[in-house]
């Protein structure tokens, strides 16, 4: 491969690794814990939850903290007791986003 491309996979690389305490938050997210619930448990401010929410978002190319947790999920980012394994379907949270996200067609 040549220098820049191997720079563009290595910004991109980098810019998908999580950090240790956004991967913290992360898997509190998953077991559907709010920001206040989250900041309470890692001992840090509300405002620094909402922070590593956006990071991890961005990072994961992610609209909205539904669509982050089901990313998350499918690239095995976290990890979920087995009695919520048993009631999630594959792609279910990415199936609903893209749904949601499909613009509805008018019939004429």
């Known amino acids: 491969m ?10 991109v690389a980098e810019r998908d690794m999580l950090t240790g305490r956004e991967g913290e938050v992360l898997q509190l997210l998953a077991k559907g814990q ?14 620094t939850v909402k922070t590593h929410v956006q990071s991890i ?10 669509e982050a947790v089901s990313v998350a999920i499918e690239r095995g980012l976290v990890e979920l007791p087995e009695s919520l394994l048993r009631h999630i379907k594959p792609h279910a949270f990415a199936a609903a986003w893209q749904a949601s ?3 509805e067609l008018v019939q004429a």
């Open 101 to 103: 996200a499909q613009p």
């Open 57 to 66: 978002m961005s990072k994961l190319d992610a609209g909205c903290r539904t």
């Open 2 to 11: 040549c220098a820049p491309v191997l720079r563009q996979l290595a910004q």
């Open 34 to 47: 709010s920001n206040k619930s989250i900041a309470r448990g890692l001992d840090i401010a509300v405002g």
